[in-house]
């Protein structure tokens, strides 16, 4: 059965503190992990696909990158505004295009 | 209006009434999904269409019905809901049924059944 499990469930830095937040993944062949950003009250918002062990993709502060196992998503130099839930997905391996979801780690920020 | 819009953004209900979720997207995709989020779980994939078409109804209580009259409205049916169906309720669209590019997501319906 695919499964998607995050830690830390909850991550407090200093603005400039690097760190990174984990995703592990179960799927019978994975066809593509995602990651999304989520404000409260709002809709989770695309931040990457990786689609191959090895892969990494960048924007601003964020870099995530792929083993075959799990996804980090490193965070270089948090400010405040990176405040957020985080969240991670795989592509189930059916043919309906579902995502699974993890429980998403809340990072906040603090100046 | 680009993206997908979600109405309304918040709805309390009581446990008899009928009320509706309505979704669109004005982003040409094919697919749409209806996912709830509950405090402290992951979201839970309800239904999926594609072209129109259920592909997944994954074990949803009938008082939650799903309709898709086209590829650019999706829209979910709630009748005599019970307190633990209080959540968010996110409808997302993809370009294709495989799901491959990722969801764009609405910012969501908060109910609340009192």
Redesign the interface.
Known sequence: EDQVTQSPEALRLQEGESSSLNCSYTVSGLRGLFWYRQDPGKGPEFLFTLYSAGEEKEKERLKATLTKKESFLHITAPKPEDSATYLCAVLHSGNTGKLIFGQGTTLQVKP | ETG?T?TPRHLVMGMTNKKSLKCEQHLGHN?M?WYKQSA????E?MF?Y?LEER??NNSVPSRFSPECPNSSHLFLHLHTLQPEDSALY?C?S?P?????????????T?LTVV
């Open positions: 997908v979600q697919a999904y402290k779980k992951p979201l994939l999926v594609s592909v997944e996110l997302a993809s294709e049924g495989q799901g491959g590019y990722g969801y764009t997501f609405g910012s969501g908060r």
